[in-house]
């Protein structure tokens, strides 16, 4: 028989989103009459916005027709999405990004996976915890991450978050040579702030580290010193990648349209000590196993920046950030301990009374009927945690709020 791939064996067995949907159904079953309020989902839950939706239209029309037929793309997106990202996420903010250091793909999870095909193996990692479970994941099934015990890998760094360090991370003791970073934070709603991030790229310039900062949530960014780039900071074109989505900023996540910032300054070495540029590794690598995001999606995320687009996608922005307000003020006011739900719709909550966190859920879920995330499947310090999300209506938000408070 064939070979398999021994590194799948050491990953852990993903059974958060299973193991809810298990609990749910049993619920479910024995009350049938309980109206259940979901707030568990990481996925957006209003439609494209109107603008997005008619140059998909459009786009459709172009297929069809022979003088506008589009066929294969360039590997690396069009230019008529590169450019406007260029001038509207980079050049307008201040920040010098051009065109062809930006490459459009399906979506940052495939990009976070697939990135370190173009890094050597061997190279450490180092990852938060709590973490967005594709960071560690991908590394272990690369062979970096080494024997698991309990919940973590030893072949990984982690660097925790929590109540001690204001849920931002800190400079890790022991020298990684890859930081995934994600701010606005999933799972924590957390943000990293200017000066906290600068920290960080200093750090990478010193000790020579690659920051891997995904910014899937930058879209929601409301407070002022809370960087829309990691390329704000002075210095980071040199240490740093970006991985963007239209997923949560458009709700394009059954669309399928991202893209990866790759600096033409950012550089790495070979083996026999030879200075290579990423960016052109990427795009070799992105030519030889990508053969582009689709035409019509890359039509509907260049849509996002119109006029209407860009009012249309910040509409929608706010009225999840409504739910998170609702959420903020209605736990908090319930004696809850909380943070997130300012730039991100994420809610990270303290479960009451020393419950661990599938204690919590099962609380919540019996006595309210309310669904979230149990922290501890994040990784281990969200152990005692519950993640809630803005995604869902106003009125579903606030009857779940009225049924939290009803304790
Ligand atoms: C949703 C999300 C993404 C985006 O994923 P897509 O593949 O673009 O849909 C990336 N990172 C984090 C942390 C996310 O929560």
Not at 45 to 55: K, M, W
Not at 304 to 319: A, C, D, L, W
Not at 333 to 360: C, L, N, Q, R
Request: net charge negative; glycine share 10%.
């Amino acid at each position: 028989m064939i070979r398999v791939n021994d590194n799948f064996g050491l990953l852990p067995e993903s059974y958060l989103f299973s193991e809810v949907a298990r609990r749910v159904k049993e619920f479910q079953e024995k009350n049938p009459d309980v109206k259940i309020i979901r707030m568990g989902i990481g996925d957006v839950t209003r439609p494209l916005c109107r603008a997005s939706v008619e140059a998909m239209h459009r786009a459709a029309d172009d297929e069809a027709d022979t003088a506008t037929f589009h066929g294969y793309g360039p590997e690396q997106g069009y230019s008529f999405l590169r450019d406007k990202i260029a001038d509207f996420d980079y050049q307008r903010r201040g920040i010098d990004i051009s065109a062809d250091e930006i490459f459009i793909g399906d979506g940052a999870k495939s990009d976070l996976g697939n990135f370190f095909d173009i890094l050597a193996q061997d190279n450490t990692v180092a990852v938060t915890d709590p973490v967005y479970p594709v960071y560690v994941d991908t590394n272990v099934m690369g062979g970096r991450g080494g024997k698991r015990t309990g919940e973590h890998h030893e072949g990984i760094i982690y660097i925790p978050i929590n109540k001690d360090n204001d849920y931002i991370p800190q400079l890790p003791g022991v020298r990684p040579d890859v930081i995934y970073l994600c701010s606005p934070n999933n799972p924590t709603g957390t943000a990293m702030t200017r000066g906290e991030l600068r920290k960080w790229i200093e750090y990478a310039r010193k000790e020579n580290c690659l920051i891997l900062f995904d910014s899937a949530y930058e879209s929601y960014i409301h407070s002022d010193d809370v960087p829309h780039s990691i390329y704000e900071i002075e210095g980071a074109k040199e240490v740093a990648v970006e991985f963007r989505s239209f997923s949560k900023t458009a709700g394009f996540t059954g669309v399928r349209c991202g893209y990866t910032v790759v600096p033409s300054v950012l550089k790495g070495k070979d083996s026999e000590g030879n200075v290579i540029s990423l960016n052109r590794l990427w795009n070799r690598r992105q030519c030889t196993k990508f053969n582009g995001a689709s035409y019509i999606s890359q039509r509907a995320a260049e849509a996002v920046y119109s006029p209407e687009g860009r009012k249309q996608i910040m509409e929608t922005v706010e009225y999840y950030m409504e739910n998170a307000r609702m959420m903020r003020e209605s736990l908090a006011g319930a004696g809850y301990e909380i943070v997130g739900g300012i730039d991100s719709p994420y809610i990270w909550m303290k479960t009451p009374d020393g419950m661990s966190s599938w204690e919590f859920f099962d609380f919540l879920l019996s006595r309210h009927g309310i669904v979230g995330t149990p922290g501890s499947g994040f990784g281990a310090e969200g152990e005692g945690y519950l993640r809630l999300t803005a995604f869902n209506t106003h009125e579903a938000t606030e009857e779940a709020m009225q049924r939290m408070h009803k304790k």
